[in-house]
């Protein structure tokens, strides 16, 4: 069982950066593929980022080049980078976990997701 909780959220003008955390609860975290995930208002949750246990990363193609997943196993936390920032990226963000296997790019691919922090772009 492991526990997850976002920080990092808030409003940011178009072009700007954030960086999310994500820390996890309990003495295994190195052994969970991380990924992030965002859901907009009316829209379903969509992968954003994914980060395995060697570091291995994947990004979905809209963010590319603006947002970069990190982790650092040594404090039990995960991070999303998020620069040029646009209206578009205004979600909640949520970070989930998950021993491995497939769908690393799929709600379904995760067994742990923390509550989701808010990330708000204005134009």
């Known amino acids: 069982q492991v526990q997850l909780v976002e920080s990092g959220g808030g409003l940011v003008q178009a072009g700007g950066s954030l960086r999310l955390s994500c820390a996890a609860s309990?003495?295994?975290?190195?052994?969970?593929?991380m990924g992030w995930f965002r859901q907009a208002p009316g829209k379903e949750r969509e992968f954003v980022a994914a980060?395995?246990?060697?570091?291995?990363?994947y990004v979905t193609d809209s963010v590319k080049g603006r947002f970069t997943i990190s982790r650092d196993n040594a404090k039990n936390t995960v991070y999303l980078q998020m620069n040029s920032l646009k209206p578009d990226d205004t979600a909640v963000y949520y970070c989930?976990?998950?021993?491995?296997?497939?769908?690393?790019?799929?709600?379904?691919?995760?067994?742990?997701w923390g509550q989701g922090t808010q990330v708000t772009v204005s134009s």
């Open positions: 989930a976990a998950r021993g491995g296997g497939a769908y690393r790019s799929t709600v379904r691919g995760y067994d742990y």
């Open positions: 309990g003495r295994t975290f190195s052994s969970y593929d």
């Open positions: 980060i395995s246990k060697s570091g291995s990363t």
